[in-house]
């Protein structure tokens, strides 16, 4: 049973930056894994950053240089960092958690870069 809820998403012009947050109910963040996904319109949901319980960040090759992941684990919250948005960047964006081998998922965020 795990909540996730995110925030930060909005509306940006390419180049800008966003922040993107997103809280967990389950307490010990750094005792499991947490990702952000997105999903545009017409395309599958993919990755875009993860950050395991011990520290270890993966970047979609996409979004490397740009984005940044983090967490704080006494506020049980993960992070994205956005900077040089493109167009193509636009999507939803998920949090996701792995939990005891499952799989949680917040409800989305949308993200829209014009140009």
């Known amino acids: 049973q795990v909540q996730l809820v995110e925030s930060g998403g909005g509306l940006v012009q390419a180049g800008g930056s966003l922040s993107l947050s997103c809280a967990a109910s389950?307490?010990?963040?750094?005792?499991?894994?947490m990702a952000w996904y997105r999903q545009a319109p017409g395309k599958q949901r993919e990755l875009v950053a993860r950050?395991?319980?011990?520290?270890?960040?993966t970047y979609t090759d996409s979004v490397k240089g740009r984005f940044t992941i983090s967490r704080d684990n006494a506020k049980n919250t993960i992070y994205l960092q956005m900077n040089s948005l493109k167009p193509e960047d636009t999507a939803v964006y998920y949090c996701?958690?792995?939990?005891?081998?499952?799989?949680?998922w917040g409800q989305g965020t949308q993200v829209t870069v014009s140009s």
């Open positions: 996701n958690a792995f939990v005891l081998s499952r799989d949680y």
């Open positions: 389950r307490s010990s963040g750094s005792m499991y894994a």
């Open positions: 950050i395991t319980s011990d520290g270890r960040i």
